[in-house]
């Protein structure tokens, strides 16, 4: 073979050997590529399936606090009905109790009802309704604000009570004083104090006036005290001028046969 002819089969046989290697590295390099993305895919859906997990536990998690926050708010519904339940039940009772007590027919004689009329002229802040008897006084008449001190001008006012009480028939008759307040809470420290809740306001203002009458002259055995804190209002306490009405001191005159809370009328003057 000549020189020109064996160079040319040999340069065709190189160019198949560089052909052959070039088709052989195009498959391994894919592979490779094909292998490093699956390992990626790999690492993200571990990853995905970790947070998923994780997600889960925490909704879990969640729903376990949600039912137990549940059972919480059934049980304070339940006490809170409970409660209010018992509040309505010893209100009714409460009212129950004062209708039978106190008479809602006027047993005062007409000549005390004259004279509690004439007494209701001379002072404006005493009010008198002669269907029931019922007396009422205004606490800005017999007190300053958050006390229970008898003011000294009132004294009289419960001076001449005390004497319409002792007249005539009106001396077989008892009363029950009974104090209010309006639906502001004990504020001031120096008050609360003395007075921590209405309630104990109430009842410490009936007691003064029921101190103030026995030293007018009426006998202690003929009297009774109560209070009704801010629950029984005449007036809806929307602003001062109805909050000043509820705050009031009320005397219920008592027929002769009336009992008030096991006080027997028959034995209480002994």
Not at 152 to 174: H, S
Not at 225 to 245: I, L
């Amino acid at each position: 073979m000549s020189a020109p002819a064996r160079l040319v089969l040999t340069g065709l046989l190189a160019a198949l050997g560089f052909s052959q290697t070039a088709c052989n590295l195009v498959p391994q390099q894919s592979l490779r590529q094909a292998q490093f993305r699956a390992w990626e895919l790999h690492q993200q859906n571990v990853g995905l399936a970790f947070d998923r997990d994780q997600a889960a536990q925490l909704a879990e998690a969640e729903a376990a606090r949600a039912q137990q926050l549940a059972r919480q708010n059934s049980d304070l519904e339940n006490s809170l009905l409970t409660a209010n339940q018992r509040l309505e039940n010893l209100m009714a009772e409460r009212s129950q109790l004062h209708q039978r007590l106190v008479s809602t027919t006027n047993p005062l004689p007409d000549s005390a009802n004259e004279r509690f009329r004439k007494l209701q002229q001379k002072y404006p802040q005493f009010e008198f309704d002669p269907t029931t008897g019922v007396s009422k006084f205004s606490d800005d008449l017999l007190f300053d604000t958050g006390s229970d001190a008898i003011k000294p001008a009132a004294v009289r006012v419960l001076e001449e009570f005390a004497q319409i009480m002792n007249d005539g028939e009106a001396r077989q008759l008892n009363i029950l004083v009974v104090g209010h307040t309006d639906d502001q809470r004990i504020a001031k420290s120096a008050t609360a104090q003395k007075h921590p809740t209405n309630w104990h306001l109430s009842t410490n203002r009936a007691n003064a006036v029921v101190l103030a009458l026995s030293r007018a002259g009426l006998t202690q055995g003929r009297m009774g005290a109560a209070g009704y804190s801010m629950y029984q209002p005449v007036t809806p306490n929307k602003d001062n001028a109805s909050r000043q009405k509820n705050r009031r001191v009320e005397i219920f005159v008592l027929a002769p046969d009336a009992t008030v809370a096991g006080w027997d009328p028959a034995t209480s003057r002994n």
